[in-house]
């Protein structure tokens, strides 16, 4: 357990912190909105720093171990939708684009580890990258919309926002079916989905 491998960990510990503290409101009554949406503002960029720093350090101080190879995607897929669950269930996620995202990890993290079974990894994607910046950015604006609903008596400009939220998560699912698809491609021009299948 090197210190990247902890970051990951503690991605893991803030998922169902985060869903306590985006439901606080709703649990505990309006005087907790205000709390809850300042909690779980700082909880997501707590989220967000901890996966861009565990990669880092890992590759700088050649701390890269099989459990953090693993452990890694696990954390990012547990803890990106565990807020996207929030945010549909919430009704500022359209439910598709949830169900579409959700299909998406679930069915990467399954081949993950049928390459890993046969010792070769899934190198990230132009599609991929693009599908992490988009889900960090959604969730984000996602959180602060219902934060701001919170904190302004006055929302008519949210109206507006409610269309750019909503284009931003239609683009988070089509880059993650893409990013997908283009994994799956490259398996198959690689040969080793028949290989596994034999």
């Not at 960029?45 to 459990?67: F, H, K, S, Y």
């Not at 990894?121 to 950015?137: C, D, E, F, Q, R």
């Not at 984000?140 to 609903?149: E, F, S, V």
């Amino acid at each position: 357990m090197n210190i990247p491998n902890k970051l990951t960990v503690s991605r893991l510990i803030m998922a169902p912190l985060f869903f306590i503290a985006f439901h606080l409101g709703s649990w505990f009554g309006s005087d907790f909105q205000s709390l809850s949406s300042i909690l779980t503002l700082i909880l997501w960029a707590l989220t967000e720093l901890t996966d861009l720093l565990d990669g880092q350090i890992a590759r700088r101080r050649n701390l890269v171990t099989d459990l953090g190879k693993v452990m890694d995607p696990f954390a990012d897929t547990f803890s990106r939708l565990t807020y996207f669950v929030c945010l549909s269930g919430a009704g500022v996620m359209p439910l598709w684009t949830f169900i579409l995202i959700m299909w998406r990890e679930f069915s990467i993290l399954f081949v993950r580890m049928l390459m890993m079974g046969k010792g070769k990894p899934v190198a990230a994607n132009l599609w991929g990258k693009s599908k992490a910046v988009l889900y960090a950015i959604s969730g984000a604006l996602g959180i602060l919309y219902i934060a701001l609903g919170n904190w302004f008596s006055d929302a008519s400009f949210m109206e507006g926002a409610s269309i750019g939220l909503y284009v931003i998560f239609v683009l988070a699912a089509l880059s993650s079916v893409m990013s997908f698809l283009t994994y799956v491609k490259a398996i198959i021009r690689d040969g080793s989905l028949s290989t596994m299948t034999r």
